[in-house]
Structure formats: C-alpha cells, structure tokens
C-alpha cells in the first residue's frame, strides 16, 4: 500500500505565502513523477506544478513566478512553496507521484487526500 499525505494548508492573505508538503509512504521502489494538483469549487481539477525525478519541473501559466516546486528523493516527499497567493489560488490542493511498489508491476498514479487552501483578506 502506498499513501501520499499532505500538510501546511490554511488560511492566508492575498499577496501572502503558504507552503504545502507531501510524504509518500508505503511500499515504494521508485517514484517518478510528483507533483501537485488542485481543484476550486465548480471547477475541473488541474495541474498545479510538477517535478521529475531527475528534477526537470512544469509550471501552470498561471503560477509561474509565484509558486516553486522541490522534492526530497532520499525522504520521499515533495514541497510546493506558494508566494505572492492571490485569492483564485483557493481550492484544495492534491499531492500526486507516479510510484513503482514492485519491479515487475507497472507505475501506478496515487493521490493523497487534499489540503485547502484558501486566500483571503
């Protein structure tokens, strides 16, 4: 079994910072992809950021500047550091890895279980 959990949402202020961790934990051989998701109310889930495991990244347009992606190969985890939040930056916010748990069974993608994060004054 394999489980990504989420930590650090909350409350901030427009133009303020928060940052997201993830873990994943479980059985693990290798993870490649991570990255962060969210979704806003009556809206479609979209990427956020994400990182490779050699630590190429991608950013949504409308993140770029503002939001830096890292990750921890030797602890498993992956932070997403949000500045300058502006108030369209709330929804809940998901930690996804593309993981390997045995050598002869396929990556899977996991998800953890959603952080808010909501911007407001």
């Known amino acids: 079994q394999v489980q990504l959990v989420e930590s650090g949402g909350g409350l901030a202020q427009p133009g303020g910072s928060l940052r997201l961790s993830c873990a994943a934990s479980g059985i693990i051989r290798s993870i490649y992809t991570m990255g962060w998701y969210r979704q806003a109310p009556g809206k479609q889930r979209e990427l956020v950021a994400q990182v490779s495991n050699d630590g190429d990244t991608r950013y949504a347009d409308s993140v770029k500047g503002r939001f830096t992606i890292s990750r921890d190969n030797a602890k498993n985890t992956v932070d997403l550091q949000m500045n300058s939040l502006k108030p369209e930056d709330t929804a809940v916010y998901y930690c996804?890895?593309?993981?390997?748990?045995?050598?002869?069974?396929?990556?899977?993608?996991?998800w953890g279980q959603g952080t808010q994060v909501t911007v407001s004054s």
């Open positions: 996804t890895g593309s993981i390997r748990t045995h050598l002869t069974v396929p990556r899977s993608d996991y």
